[in-house]
Structure formats: structure tokens, C-alpha cells
């Protein structure tokens, strides 16, 4: 079953950080890139970056380039986003998402998501 | 960078047809993409490259894009279309992805 599972559920102080996980299965994990999307409470979808999962290339939304890393583990099929010094309007269910077969402008396979909540 | 403006809410009847509008300076160059987000649930890819269709979506959604705007149409709505649409482009700006502010379709 071609899947993104993401990891579950976090609440984080400000000022810390964040690492969540999403590992594929069911496909070529080295095929295709990831892109992570947040959305915050009632809001849109912003997207945060993007990784090739074939070299680790990323590319990061300007205003999180410092604060965000994002990196594969081809062995275990999983890629990871780390968000470092959380604010509260970081707050969002985070995705992962896969891009789309033969693109990389557009997105086929999404994960569930993953709430994290920054509070003091 | 670039813009995608959607309207907030659609409102139709069941049966009817909903057009939800996505404008963008130009967009009628760029490639669309349309995601169905219905609450508590991960966005799903209705419509890809302005009109097609990934597998296992129903032929009632359809796209178009011309000029400064793209359109997603859903024919004979259900209830079950009830949902979030957000519109998607990729840009060749700094931040490449690109979505809409997103329209929440009601079904009266």
C-alpha cells in the first residue's frame, strides 16, 4: 500500500524544537521528492520546503531558511522536517507531502499530518 | 512572489455545478493543480496540470485556465463534496509552490 506515516502528535515551549517523521512505503522511496506543508488552526496551506529524496537537495521557504532543516533516511524510507526555535504561531498540523509521479510541481501522496502545538 | 487569490466560499445546491476561481497574474501560463481538503483530513489532488485528472477521481471535477484566472468545476455536486478547495501553482520564484488562500464549498 503506497503510504506517507507520519509521526504523531507533539507540544513543544517556545524556543524549542521540533523533529517530525514520515517514512514511505509501497514505493521507490529514491524516486520522488518530499515537500512538507504546514497549516495553523483554521488557516491555508503554506509550503515549508521541499527535499529530493535521491541526493538530500532541499530548497526552504525563505522565511524559514535558519529555522528549518529537512533530511531522508534512504534505509529506513523515511524523511524527517526539524523546526528549531518554535513560536507560537508555528503552531499547525505539519504534512508531508510526495510529489507527484513524473512532476515535481504538484503532490499525489499526502501524509495524515501532525499536530504540534507550541506552548508555554 | 506570486499570488493566487480565491474567493472564500462557493455555495450550490446538489445537482448544480459549483466553479470555484483561482486568479493569478498570468496564470493561464502556469500549470494548475487543485486539492480537496475536507476537515480533519489531509488535502487529495483533484485536478493536476489545469484539466486532468488523477485516477480515482470522478469525472464531475474538471479544470480550466486561461488568461488571469483558473476554474475548477464540479458537475452535478454531492454532499459529499462539501470541502476546502486550494489552488496550487509552481513559480520560479524564491518560494516555488504557490497555494491559493483556499474556498470552503458548502452544499445547500
Known amino acids: 500500500q503506497v503510504q506517507l506515516v507520519q509521526s504523531g502528535a507533539e507540544v513543544k515551549k517556545p524556543g524549542a524544537s521540533v523533529k517530525v517523521s514520515c517514512k514511505a512505503s509501497?514505493?521507490?522511496?529514491?524516486?520522488?521528492?518530499i515537500s512538507w506543508v504546514r497549516q495553523a488552526p483554521g488557516q491555508g496551506l503554506e509550503w515549508m520546503g521541499w527535499?529530493?529524496?535521491?541526493?538530500?537537495?532541499?530548497n526552504y521557504a525563505q522565511k524559514l531558511q535558519g529555522r528549518v532543516t529537512m533530511t531522508t533516511d534512504t534505509s529506513t524510507s523515511t524523511a524527517y522536517m526539524e523546526l528549531r526555535s518554535l513560536r507560537s504561531d508555528d503552531t499547525a498540523v505539519y504534512y508531508c507531502?510526495?510529489?507527484?509521479?513524473?512532476?515535481?510541481?504538484?503532490?499525489?501522496?499526502w501524509g495524515r499530518g501532525t499536530l504540534v502545538t507550541v506552548s508555554s | 512572489s506570486y499570488v493566487l487569490t480565491q474567493p472564500p466560499s462557493v455555495s450550490v445546491a446538489p445537482g448544480q455545478t459549483a466553479r470555484i476561481t483561482c486568479g493569478g497574474n498570468?496564470?493561464?501560463?502556469?500549470?494548475v493543480h487543485w486539492y480537496q481538503q475536507k476537515p480533519g483530513q489531509a488535502p487529495v489532488l483533484v485536478v493536476y496540470?489545469?484539466?486532468d485528472r488523477p485516477s480515482g477521481i470522478p469525472e464531475r471535477f474538471s479544470g480550466s485556465n486561461s488568461g488571469n484566472t483558473a476554474t475548477l468545476t464540479i458537475s452535478r455536486v454531492e454532499a459529499g463534496d462539501e470541502a476546502d478547495y486550494y489552488c496550487?501553482?509552481?513559480?520560479?520564484?524564491?518560494?516555488?509552490?504557490?497555494f491559493g488562500g483556499g474556498t470552503k464549498l458548502t452544499v445547500l
Open positions: 507531502a510526495r510529489d507527484r509521479e513524473g512532476a515535481t510541481d504538484s503532490f499525489d501522496l
Open positions: 509501497g514505493y521507490t522511496f529514491t524516486s520522488y521528492g
Open positions: 527535499i529530493s529524496a535521491y541526493n538530500g537537495n532541499t
Open positions: 498570468n496564470i493561464g501560463s502556469k500549470s
Open positions: 496540470d489545469d484539466s
Open positions: 496550487q501553482v509552481w513559480d520560479s520564484s524564491s518560494d516555488p509552490v504557490v
